[in-house]
């Protein structure tokens, strides 16, 4: 055991070299027990581009130089400037007008309910006070963002207080309706995950279509938590852009750097930024590394590169190929029930040759055994999630779920496999 403490990994595991990344390149992670395996998930789904991309590096490595730290702090850097320009253009400068940084998805998370109470509080408000997510959504681990999250993750364990959150079905525009005809006037934001959750359940037409009408109706804050969904992931370059009415904020991370630092934004509209504005209201939140020089370098770089190279476009092309890989597997494979998600930001559901669900411990096994056969992915529920890189080639695609399948069929009776070769 060595002394580092991992994310999400037990006690027993900790220290085995099958697990120590020793460095990456393009799609692929080679790790200190010699083994070099396709990264099947993006990093944790934000190098969208592939590993070590040399136009990101060289930025980064500029602003080290340039400016070791500057932050944004009761200061502002050009570094930050760039950034929030680079990023307004690429949400769109008639709708968005500001960028807020952050260093993370959850604790930007925590930033927009803050901002919401107090974007309605200026405003003579002070009871719109509860915030509206999703089940099965997932926004952060730390504590507002832990709150805000619909999945149960042991927030009463670790004694989150969720009581002015309020969870709903995703897709049920009628649950919404209820909650609405109810609270409406209480509720400063609705935030949603255009994608919900590890489990990746695309919202629909139809609920979208409500929330903006409700959105118009009672007036609370629509935000569109982005950060999984952006820079590519699902077709657009944002998943809200196509909304029949775009979000007041949009929250963006995983993508944003490429997952060359840690960054995240909260991008508002005008009318959010003007409320504050016309009361020169300080909005009380800060953090030591956010819109940092080399953060927003690594921002200003990806943007480019996403253009340069029309990673947009390249990951549609992306999602293409594993749709048609991914429904020829679950055609053919006993194991694999339903295909989720959209895009490049997908999961498999599974069951156990009887037919029963996969449990956690079941679902960590399988994990391991496909990367014993030459990728890796992150457990998702009831089975897997795949994320691959918009930057993947054709062969890269029929190679991951080529190593899904071998460790599917390590799962099966060795009669079950004879009769299947």
Known sequence: MTALWPYLVPPSSHGDDRLCATGAQGHRVTFADGRTVLDGDSGLWNVNLGYNNPH?????????????????????NVYARRAAEDLVRVCGPDHYARVLFSTGGGVANDAVMKLARLHHAVQGAPQRNLVVALRGSFH???????????????????GVD????????????AELGRLM???????????????????????????VAALVRLRDEHGFLLVADEVATGFGRTGGYFASESWPGL??????????TNGACPAAALVVSHGVAQALTEHD??????????????????????????????AVAAGRD???????????????????????????????????????????????????????????????????QLVPALTYRREEVSELVTCVEAGLESLLPAAAQASRS
């Open 56 to 76: 990101i590096a060289e930025a980064i490595a500029e602003a080290a130089r340039n400016a070791s730290y500057l932050g944004s702090f009761r200061f502002e």
């Open 140 to 158: 952060g681990l730390t504590f507002g963002g832990f709150a805000l999250t619909g999945e149960d993750l042991g927030q009463r364990v670790y």
């Open 162 to 173: 969720q009581r002015l959150i309020r969870h709903v079905t995703p897709n049920d525009t």
């Open 181 to 207: 005809a109810a609270f409406g006037r209480q509720v400063a934001a609705v935030v949603v995950e255009p994608v919900v959750g590890t489990g990746t359940v695309p919202l629909d037409e139809e609920y």
């Open 247 to 256: 979000p007041d904020v949009l929250v963006t991370s995983k993508g944003l």
């Open 281 to 310: 209201t300080v909005f009380a939140h800060a953090e030591t590394q956010g819109a940092t020089a080399l953060a927003c370098a690594a921002i200003s770089a990806t943007i480019a590169e996403m253009e340069r190279l029309d």
């Open 318 to 384: 992306v999602a293409a190929w594993l749709h048609r890989e991914l429904t020829d597997l679950l055609e053919r494979h006993p194991l694999v029930t339903e295909a989720t998600g959209t895009g490049c930001f997908r999961s498999l559901r599974l069951v156990h040759p009887d037919g029963s669900d996969l449990t956690g411990a079941d679902v960590g096994d399988l994990v391991t055994r496909i990367r014993e056969a030459g990728a890796i992915v992150h457990p998702g529920p009831s089975g897997i």
